[in-house]
């Protein structure tokens, strides 16, 4: 296969992996003829590979096809180029072979040549026959082979070339490529490919043919990066000579000297210091190039960046030093000595989490190197932001002989770090024995508590480790210690979670429960370890199952009155459920309803736990239970299924008995306005069918609401044709006169509604403020509705005499909300050019809005006369526009023929409006259209004193610096 250029990634920071050092990148397959030939193959390919070109010449002549392609799509001409047989190429060439044939590589014989074509390599003695690389590209040039060709990794015969230093190969393609700084798919171009692979004489030839050495590919990284990173000193230079920037920066800062250090390439940083390289220069994440030496233990380059001046305390985005990288890699012990043997080492400093270097050490155990700190003057007690010492660390992570070594440097054993937690918390939390006999040894406190008075015996119940248990038990703890919540280490131990529930956690329940834990003993929440059990998660439910054989009591609950039944019930989990039920008497279950009024019913549901639920109903839920409501929306479990579109649920529960017309006490809606409204269209059929022979369909809640009018209400077409077909009446109406219509043109489903109209639904209904449907989705801007029920409209009740107890037609309420496209089919209605209705007309509807095309549509209707109506205060469209600051209103209207100092029954005239509402724009505006300001109203006020009154500084600004100017 064609060679492929891998490029190793320069490391990051602490989290990242040391560099691979790792030979050429480069993965030649077919290096050996074997790899694209077997006894298997063609005669033709055989003869190919055998070199014998008088062969070849005979099998064409026999028919042999010229074209054969094996399973990867090789062709005999990619046979031929590979081994460099210039001879074959040709015969194959003159016998129809396709030149620029492609296997499922996409490489053509003319990449399988650059392939081959390494000048100092011993590949050739491989290959049989008259051997010429150089001849064979010039076979397959002359016959038009594509030099400008990609794989697919985008390489063009040029990036082979240059990898594999075919610089003959190269030499024949330059002249006749497109661009010798084409990129690949990672954007490397052949400069790229040549400088890492350390070519140089190829990178000389490049460059003479006005290669750009600055090119950077798609993570910026330019070919003297990866020169610096293999360690390339010639190609260094002779990038250099050509205006390379030996402190170019890659995407992430990093510099070509960051790329030496990270692979440790001694001789490329020298020569890069050398040439002016900044020796402190901070990456991404401000790790500078002794941070990335110290990060892959490249010992001797630490030692050569300090010489040149390194700052050795430099600190990164974490605010880490060297030190931190050196003491924590997994091969950083040598740079530590480097480091600790120079004078200006600061051993304790911290970084922003606080952590020192020893802090660093013992996180990953580096148990030498943390004696090695110690020596050098590392506080063995400095603590972190969270108050922990390198001792929490150790023992957090188990790291016995780190923590034996700093108690033998005097660390304080009791010390409290995070959460109050001593190291012997943490260890025990881990089920680190060793960690804690050391601890103890060293005189720790055993009944120490942290902040929530939790002991080591807490936490070694909680993690499940038996063996840390009986060390602690051994040594006097205190088994009967209660934390701040009065929790025993048995509600630890109970509640331990899956993670824990293994043999090790019920080991130590049985140990505590023989030492005389109390079973039924209840926290300061009234939860006993039986419920904490329950809550742990663990889907076998062991640690259940000891407490009940050591009497735990099954129908305790806590002080919300939740009991074990409860949280399984959530959880779903079939084994300790059935254990528990197994144990409980049906007084039990009658008790189950907690403060806020759910029941075990209630949890499955909302989980969708049918198997529990079956469970549940099997022992019998007495009815109290079954139809029992939670208190915050009032559903039952029915409901409530239905609200989540349950169905095995639902199922369940009509079987045990469950009434789907039981109103809810809050609401009085049932299970079907739930699957109605949330639109749970297979729920809402089961609960139909199950309610057979009642009126189901038409069932009401407290606002008298039927399901249709919650399905239509929301647009769930498949509900409304469902209850449409059980009976559901059209025009029912709700405690506002509202039927489901009404409904329709409010939630602006066009489906729903004309469902509802092809059952006979009454489009001019009025409701108990006189409003129709058209009132309504003209109101709401639905357009098209308001298009379906003006086509069903009688003669004589256009949308201009529709008028509602407050004389408002759908024209005042598609202008009251400035729904311009509703409007224009309401006009396209409109047979008359006078207004009916509300003396506030749809005019001044449109200017308080501040709908400019409302007020366009409306003119152009109804005649420019209109800007003179008056509403029943004498108030004309501009005072409205007035109140609203919209000055385009306001100059359409003016423009129109508004009278700019109309005033109304106050006296008042726009401009005061604008004043005595703090419209500052209208004011401005009104001013320059020439308004009188100096006017009074019937109480002689202007509206310079309305500005006043109002406190409105800016009006008042206005006014004034106008007057001022008069």
Known sequence: MVTRQIFDEVGKCLDAAPLPSGDSALRIQGQQP??????????????????????????????????????ERRSVLHAAAFCGLHQVAALLLAHGARVNVKDNKWATPLHRACASGYEDDN????????????????????????????DK??????????????????????????????????????????????????????????????????????????????????????????????????????????????????????????LGAD???????????????????????????????????????????????????????????VLLRHPGVMVNCPSQDGRTPLHMAAIHGRCSRAQMLLKAGAHVDASDAQGCTALHVAAQHGHDLLVGGLLIAEAACDTHGSLGMTPLHMASLGGYTDCCRKLLHAGAKIDARDDQGRTALHFAAYGGNQETLALLISRGADCFACDSYGRLPLHYSAAGGPQQQGGGCCSCLSTLIALGSDVDRADAEGRTPLQMAATSGDPDGRALAILLEHGAQPGAHDNRRFGALHHLAATGHMIPLATLLSVMTSEDIRRTKSCSGLTPLHLAVAGGHSDALRALLSVGCPEEVLECTEEEQGWSPLALSALLGQTDCLRLLLQHGAQPLRPNPRSGATSLHAAAALGQTECLEILLHSAKGSDAANTRDSSNRTPLMLAVLKGHTDCVERLLRHGAAVDAEDLSRRTALFYG???????????????????????????????????????????????????GEGPDRLTDLQGFTPIHWACYGGHGPCLSILLEHTRTNTFHGNSFSPLHCAAFQGSEFCIELLLNHFGKKLVQLRDKKQRTALHAAACDDSVLCLQTLIKEGADINATDWRGQTPLMMAAAHGSCKSIEALLELKADIVVQDNKGNSALHHACLQVIGLCFSEMWHFLCGI
């Open 745 to 795: 043109a409010f939630g602006g489903s066009e489906a729903c509604v004309r469902l509802l109209l092809k059952e006979g639904a009454t489009v001019l209904i009025r409701d108990c403020m006189g409003k129709t449907p058209l009132h309504l989705a003209a109101a709401v801007g639905n357009g098209t509705i308001l298009s379906v029920l003006l086509r069903l409209c009688p003669d």
């Open 279 to 337: 020796v402190d220069a901070p990456n991404a994440c401000g790790n500078s190039p002794l941070h990335v030496a110290c990060l892959n233990g490249k010992e001797d380059i630490a030692d050569e960046l300090l010489a040149a001046g390194a700052h050795i305390s430099a600190v990164n985005c974490r605010g880490q030093t060297p030190l931190h990288y050196a003491a924590a890699s997994t091969h950083g012990a040598g740079c530590l000595e």
């Open 153 to 274: 990794f985008w390489q063009t015969p040029l990036h082979v070339a240059a990898a594999n230093n075919a610089l003959s190969c190269a030499e024949l393609i330059i002249p006749l490529q497109n661009n010798i700084n084409i990129s690949d798919r990672a954007g490397r171009t052949s400069l790229h490919h040549a400088a890492y692979n350390g070519h140089t004489a190829m990178v000389e030839l490049l460059l003479q043919n006005k290669a750009t050495c600055n090119f950077f590919d798609k993570r910026d990284r330019r070919a003297i990066h990866w020169a610096a990173y293999m360690g390339h000193t010639e190609v260094i230079a002779l990038l250099v000579s050509h205006g390379a920037d030996v402190n170019v920066r890659d995407k992430d800062y990093y510099t070509p000297l960051h790329c030496a250090a990270a692979n440790g390439r001694l001789s490329a940083l020298r020569q890069l210091l050398s």
């Open 34 to 71: 074997a790899s694209m030939y077997c006894d298997y193959s063609p005669h033709l390919v055989q003869a190919v590979f055998k070199g014998d070109v008088e062969g070849v010449e005979e099998l064409l002549a026999e028919g042999e096809e010229a074209n054969y392609q094996d399973a």
């Open 123 to 150: 590949i050739h003695q491989l290959k049989p026959g008259p051997v010429d690389v150089k001849k064979t590209v010039e076979v397959l040039l002359r016959h038009q082979a594509d030099v400008n060709a990609r």
